[in-house]
């Protein structure tokens, strides 16, 4: 916390962060209330600064592509999936179909379990916890189908270079479409949810409101572009993957404020589910990888990819050899970070919090330890023999 | 022998221990049922007494700045609010241990000392999460009070007397839920009000404050706000069955009246999203209030035509 | 000192140039940044890179996002080396369904860009990171506090330049990266 007596009149800063219930991942914002009305906000970033941009310099480029992936803990695979994307481009080879249908399933079905846990997320910023506890308990179906099909429930490492690790069989497909299935029932009644319980609307219509003028000015992307009304996806602006052949049916809203964003998010959820039977159902066969020489020609190249939380881009230069010459990433939670803290001003304490979720800021997620015995067999560790092998590892430390 | 009964009053039953276990149990089911309408595990049942016995054995940290007689004191006189209103209420399904004339009016407002308590609390410490929360929390007290005490009126004027004994027979009959639904409806409300239950619990809205005025109790003095706030709900909760739903007669009908109350109580608190502070005084100055003068108005027509 | 083409020279021999038709709006892009460019490379049919004199950086800025063509996605800095004593600073602008980039090279020892704040406000949160990784100066953003960096970081070491050695390193008498 910062300095404790505050004297500048009646004005008072509340910070927020780096450690608070309302974040799951640290970031620092101070308010400036006047009783219960923000007057100024700022935020400081960096305390997960972890220089990524800088370690893939020295990695190759499959090395680089499991680090990316590292760099969020939720939507893991548009990081990888776009520096594998990037390689492709630089190499100037293409992936085969079934390749890149896999990687645009996978897009969709991160997509659901992310705007699941923003759904859970964003209900308990508005002490909404039943919505909270359900919304996570159903986004277990899609983690155990990520676990199902790449063995892991969060990186998936579903991507190689020149194309997928992976391949669906048709026992996992069935599974894959009864997981959508009930995820497509569910999101309905969450759609019903927050559009129509009275006591929610207290909380979000009209809060938050952007239009959708501040939104350009702002450079605003993904949903919360979206719910203001501006027509902003790159999987239907700039086609990637396999989004050519499965198209997307863009969804907007005009309202501007965070029901809009919440109804927005949750027909996006229906959407991921269509596209996820489309695609299960129309897979492509095929190869799954091409061959990409180690060492990429110097070139660069510009990846965009519509991240569950809106537009990720990625710049990338070779120089020749098998490490690139500089990646530089913008996940889409930066230029959303600074419409947020406008957007608070003039509100109530109370609803910064919402605001802020509102945008769905980056939040690292917990893990089950798995231990990988073989490709396809994964073994589950109990608590117990989780602080087992804990306790073990520290005595057998020296 | 009478002192030693007044001591075994105090100490065991209805007050002292018995009110400590019987607070943890309640705490316990109304902590299980919300956790199994949101489709959790819960808690098991010896959650709570694992919590407090924790919190006693753990260092109390008293911040810089604060008064630290008060600091200590605060949590002791809030828990002792509620355990003396144990006394007047019919704990258990007994009668009350005492009885006098106009001892609802006393039991409503040693309910109240919680959240003066609280709010003093809060205000005591220079924290800044603690100085919004104790704000809310009396911001809070003003618009729920009025309300409250309008609602438990309604008995009270029917029966033409303020002994809670004394109302509990009269109106033996008739439910007054089924004459007076307003003011049960607001007296459950209240009560939710009152302990800081969840639509209305933007004081120690976590999301926000972090733990609202108690951010800076840790150890012992958390320990007894927690019981303190355990322990008024076992006394609102019988305080609101005996006045609305026919009295309590024996240990069994306490039983099932109160864990009734606890379960509406739980629904509630499950289905609610949080409040704002200015949506919560909102709601009982603009509902709260003007449905419970209504009742009233009812009530003194509708009596004045009888007799 | 000419700021012309020969900076791009390795960007340039990737693809055929001026055989691949670009798409309309990455073509109209091009045609407004025509006057102010010194070189256009293209690659492929989506991306476009225009390199920019530094004075006619907000002119371009503006030309783009002014005429509703396109908008900032971001602001990547690249370090060309010590050899190359050069910076690139590269602005992309989505335009449709392509990617225009406006390249503009600064010496390294003297890194001063003009901040593009006035055409895209949210522009100021990149050029933080450019002041603060790479130690560009970009003189008149409006907030000029670090946004990234812990507040002990130490003044003029820039993490993200390519000649950059991390303290444990330094501390080293005999660095196995001896690149400075």
């Known amino acids: 916390m910062a300095e404790i007596s505050s004297d500048n009149g009646r004005k008072f800063t509340i910070p927020i962060g780096p450690q608070h219930p309302a974040l799951k991942e640290p970031g620092h914002f101070e308010f400036v209330v006047d009783g219960e009305v923000i007057q100024e906000a700022s935020v400081k970033l960096g305390y997960a600064h972890r220089g990524i941009e800088k370690i893939v310099e020295d990695r190759n480029y499959t090395q680089a592509m499991y680090i990316l992936e590292r760099v969020c803990g939720i939507c893991s695979h548009v990081h990888a999936s776009a520096l594998a994307m990037g390689a492709e481009q630089l190499a100037g080879v293409e992936a085969p179909p079934r390749a890149r249908a896999i990687r645009t399933l996978v897009y969709e079905l991160e997509r659901i379990h992310s705007h699941l846990l923003w759904l859970g997320v964003a209900a308990h910023e508005a002490g909404f916890e039943a919505l909270f506890m359900y919304s996570w308990r159903d986004r277990e179906t899609i983690m155990d189908i990520l676990e199902e099909i790449s063995g892991s429930r969060v990186h998936y490492s579903v991507n190689a270079i020149g194309g997928v690790r992976i391949d669906i069989s048709a026992e996992s497909a069935q599974n894959i479409l009864k997981a959508v299935d009930f995820l497509e029932e569910r999101s309905k009644h969450y759609l019903n949810v927050v559009s129509s319980d009275r006591v929610f609307l207290q909380r979000s219509r009209g809060i938050g409101v952007m239009s959708p003028e501040e939104g350009n000015r702002w450079g605003v992307v993904g949903p919360v572009a979206r719910a203001s009304g501006i027509k902003r996806d790159v999987r239907v602006d700039a086609p990637y993957a396999a989004y050519d052949i499965f198209p997307v049916t863009m969804i907007t809203a005009s309202e501007g404020d965070l029901e809009a964003r919440f109804t927005v998010r949750v027909r996006e959820l229906l959407e991921s589910t269509r596209l996820v039977r489309e695609v299960v159902k129309n897979l492509p066969e095929g190869e799954l990888t091409t061959k990409v020489k180690r060492k990429i020609p110097p070139a660069e190249t510009v990846v965009r990819i519509e991240a569950p939380r809106g537009e990720l881009m990625y710049y990338m230069k070779s120089n020749g050899t098998d490490q690139p010459e500089r990646i530089h990433g913008r996940t889409p939670t930066i230029p959303n970070m600074a419409s947020v803290l406008h957007l608070t001003i003039g509100h109530q304490l109370a609803d910064a919090p919402m605001i802020l979720a509102g945008i769905d800021p980056c939040f690292s997620c917990n893990d089950r330890a798995v231990v990988l015995k073989s490709q396809s067999h994964s073994d589950l560790w109990s608590w117990d023999q989780l602080r087992q092998y804990g306790i073990d590892r520290y005595h057998g430390r020296t | 022998m009478d002192v030693l009964r007044q001591l075994l009053i105090i100490a065991i039953f209805p007050g002292g221990i018995f009110m400590l276990l019987i607070g943890l149990v309640y705490a316990w089911i109304n902590g299980k049922l919300i956790a199994r309408l949101q489709n959790r595990v819960g808690p098991r049942w010896f959650q709570p007494f694992a919590d407090m016995l924790k919190l006693i054995t753990k260092e109390e940290i008293v911040p810089e700045g604060t008064n630290k007689l008060l600091f200590e004191l605060l949590p002791i006189v809030a828990l002792a609010g509620p355990m003396t209103a144990a006394l007047y209420v019919p704990m258990a399904g007994l009668r009350p241990s005492s009885s006098f004339q106009g001892d609802l009016i006393v039991t409503i407002y040693l309910l109240s000392l919680m959240t003066l308590c609280t709010g003093f609390a809060g205000a005591n410490t220079r924290d800044r999460f603690s100085t919004i929360g104790a704000t809310r929390a009396l911001t809070q007290l003003f618009s729920y009070e009025a309300p409250f005490l309008l609602a438990l009126l309604g008995p009270a004027i029917v029966a033409g007397t303020w002994q809670i004994s004394e109302i509990i027979t009269t109106n033996q009959g008739l439910w007054l839920v089924v004459t007076q639904p307003i003011s049960f409806v607001i007296a459950i409300i209240g009560l939710m009000g009152k302990l800081e239950m969840h639509p209305f619990d933007a004081p120690e809205a976590k999301t926000e404050i972090v733990a609202g005025a108690l951010t800076e109790y840790s150890g012992r003095g958390l320990a007894l706000f927690k019981v303190g706030h355990y322990v008024e709900l076992v006394i609102g909760l019988t305080l609101v069955a005996a006045l609305f739903l026919g009295g309590l007669a024996n240990p069994l009908m306490f039983l099932l009246k109160t864990l009734g109350l606890l379960l509406g109580i739980s629904f509630l608190e499950a289905l609610m999203t949080r409040l704002r502070i200015d949506q919560t005084v909102g709601l009982w100055w603009r509902y709260g209030s003007v449905l419970a003068l209504l009742q009233l108005v009812i009530l003194v027509i509708w009596s004045t035509l009888v007799s | ?180």
Not at chain 3, 13 to 20: M, R, Y
Not at chain 3, 138 to 163: A, C, E, F, H, S
Not at chain 3, 164 to 180: I, N
Request: glycine share 6%.
């Open chain 3, 1 to 180: 000192m000419p700021e012309d083409a020969k900076n791009t020279e390795e960007t340039t021999e990737e693809l055929v140039e001026e055989t691949v038709a670009l798409i309309p709006q990455v073509e109209a892009a091009r045609e407004v940044l025509e006057p102010l460019s010194t070189s256009t490379t293209a690659s492929g049919t989506k991306l476009l890179y225009v390199a920019v004199s530094l004075d006619q950086l907000n002119e371009a800025t503006e030309a783009i996002v002014g005429s509703g063509l396109g908008y900032l996605i971001s602001i990547t800095p690249v370090d060309l080396g010590v050899e190359e004593n050069q910076f690139e600073v590269l602005y992309h602008f989505g335009v449709g369904p392509g990617v225009v980039t406006i390249r503009i090279t600064i010496p390294r020892d003297e890194p001063v860009i003009p901040s593009v704040c006035e055409q895209v406000p949210s522009a100021t949160y990149y050029e933080r990171e450019l002041m603060e990784m790479f130690g560009i100066d970009v003189t008149d953003t409006p907030n000029r506090t670090r946004l990234y960096l812990p507040d002990q970081w130490p003044q003029g070491i820039y993490p993200m330049r390519k000649d950059y050695v991390p303290r444990s390193e330094r501390q080293l008498p005999e660095s196995k990266k001896d690149k400075v």
